[in-house]
């Protein structure tokens, strides 16, 4: 009984301590939608500043409440859908293989970039690593979207 006593003072007292350091400490799970680094909404992501480039791989997904869908594909290729968790770290991908279901886990690290020392989390900017935020999503990409999204 002491020891579980113990335990759980020990547990509040570093929790404590890394709040009063103002460190926010991620344990992989899912965020709300309050602390997504990603608002809701649709993005395409490519590991090419520019769309459609044979050869780079782009992310197309739907983002609500900190969870999202959608697919990883290469252009004039095929795609394969996936789920995700999204974190301040991590987008943390479950890819379904489209011929025999099975799930693979894919990390893309999350680069938080803006102005934390004011802690004004409207002027922090999530980054996919690797990837660039691209405007413009295509017909193509919705559709894309759309298939995963009634897959899933």
């Known amino acids: 009984m002491l020891s579980q006593v113990f335990t759980s003072f020990w547990a509040k007292l570093n929790l404590a301590v890394v709040a009063s350091m103002g460190v926010v400490a991620t344990t992989g799970m899912p ?35 900190g969870e999202a869908q959608g697919a990883i594909y290469y252009p004039a290729s095929e795609f394969n859908c996936f789920t995700a968790d999204i974190n301040n770290q991590s987008m943390n ?13 894919y990390e893309i690290a ?8 004011g802690r004004d ?32």
């Open 110 to 117: 999350v680069n938080m970039n803006g102005d934390i020392a």
């Open 93 to 105: 991908l479950a890819i379904v293989d489209p011929f025999d279901r099975a799930v693979y886990p």
């Open 31 to 65: 965020v709300t939608a309050s602390e997504s680094p990603l608002a809701d909404g649709v993005y395409l992501y490519g590991q090419a500043p520019q769309p459609e480039v044979i050869g780079s791989e782009y992310l197309v997904f739907e983002v609500e409440n």
């Open 121 to 152: 989390r409207a002027t922090l900017v999530a980054e996919l690593e690797g990837y660039h935020e691209l405007e413009a999503i295509s017909n193509n990409d919705r559709r894309i979207l759309e298939t995963c999204q009634n897959d899933l």
